[in-house]
């Protein structure tokens, strides 16, 4: 039930928009037109910081230091196939799928850390890629407080996820 | 400070890959990065697309301002600069609904446009600017579709019992957001764009 209702959101916000077209004495389906060609036009200027920005990820992804470090992540108490999981979502989109993915594959998806690792994945987002998309497109070079600030928000999120799992399932 | 997070990253991983004998791998895998990085653009741009067609006619027919008013009294302490300009506003407050719904692909082409109308230009971050970035990176959603789906796909038991879980932990995790970025900003000075 509720999966059908936000499964409709979308067509339903589109279906209104002709509705609204059709209704109109100004000419909206230019408005469309218009708005479409702007987001164009930005997604395709976004293309060189997604590319260096994958590339770098990928780097990161290949070389095997998130294995050591989830290693000693483990070690710190963070719970056993979380920890390589954890390093990856603020990085990569992509990867952290994978990695739950693997986790509900290995420990099953109601075990505790795929229950944790659910609750995780779907209250933080891939801080690098939104920060990134973010800035390039509206030109900003100086970030201030943006990073740190959202590092602090991720990693409470993560403390609180932990915590919670651990205290109701 | 992107910037300087990009050359660590690069950095580090090479030199870790000769010790641990990745390099081959990593090479491999770098042309995949770039190959990924043309499959997303891609789709992102089907999606901003569509977006901001839809956008463009919900605030040509006035249901975007609508919402803001709605949203006003949270807008105002979240984006207070926005709120006396009118720039950026109104995308702003539909980035933020769209979150909620789970709508997460509608979210970043309105949160793109709210960002550049706030910016106007300027290069230094402004206040809202980067509220606006942090509280999408902490994504607050009421449906998290996306995962629901991937428990359903493994054959798990709890799909929406989990949600209340995931409403403490983004209500916790948003509103430590605003609280870091509010105090951060205001220790390192006022700045308006």
């Known amino acids: ?169 | 400070m992107l910037g300087i997070l990009f050359s660590i990253i690069c950095i580090l991983s090479f030199v870790w890959s000769i010790f641990a004998g990745t390099t081959a791998d990593m090479a491999a895998a770098v042309l995949d990065g770039a190959g990924r990085a043309v499959e997303v653009t891609l789709s992102l741009i089907g999606v901003m697309s569509l977006w901001s067609g839809v956008m463009e006619v919900l605030r040509e027919a006035g249901g975007i301002g609508l919402l803001a008013k709605l949203l006003r009294p949270a807008a105002r302490f979240l984006f207070p600069t926005a709120s006396r300009t009118g720039k950026g506003l109104d995308a702003a407050v539909a980035c933020i609904a769209a979150n909620l719904l789970g709508i997460g692909n509608a979210a970043t082409p309105l949160g793109i446009e709210a960002i550049r109308e706030m910016q106007d230009g300027s290069d230094i971050a402004s206040d809202d600017a980067v509220m606006l970035t942090v509280l999408n990176t902490a994504s607050f959603s009421l449906l998290p579709t996306t995962v629901i789906a991937l428990r359903r796909a493994a054959g798990a038991s709890l799909l929406f019992e989990l949600l209340p879980a995931v409403w403490m932990c983004s209500g916790v995790g948003t509103l430590c957001a605003v609280g870091t970025v509010k105090l951060l900003c205001a220790i390192g000075g006022k700045k308006h764009g």
């Not at chain 1, 989830?70 to 196939?81: K, M, N, Q, S």
């Open chain 1, 1 to 169: 039930m509720v999966e059908k209702i936000s499964a409709s959101i979308v067509p339903a916000v589109i279906a209104l928009c002709g509705v609204i077209i059709l209704l109109s004495k100004k000419p909206l389906f230019d408005s469309f037109i218009g708005g479409a060609k702007k987001g164009c036009d930005t997604a395709v200027k976004l293309f060189p910081t997604l590319c260096t920005l994958f590339c770098a990820v990928s780097m990161f992804s290949s070389c095997g230091i998130a294995d050591a470090l989830a290693g000693v992540l483990t070690r710190l108490g963070i719970p056993d196939g979380m920890a390589a999981f954890l390093l990856m979502r603020p990085i990569s989109g992509a990867a952290s799928t994978a990695m739950l993915a693997d986790i509900f594959a290995g420990k099953g998806a109601d075990s505790p850390a795929g229950i944790a690792a659910s609750v995780i994945m779907a209250s933080s987002d891939t801080l690098f890629y939104v920060i990134a998309v973010y800035t390039a497109a509206a030109g900003i070079k100086k970030t201030r407080c943006m990073i740190p600030a959202a590092g602090v928000a991720m990693v409470v999120t993560v403390a609180a996820a932990l915590l919670i799992c651990k205290l109701w399932f």
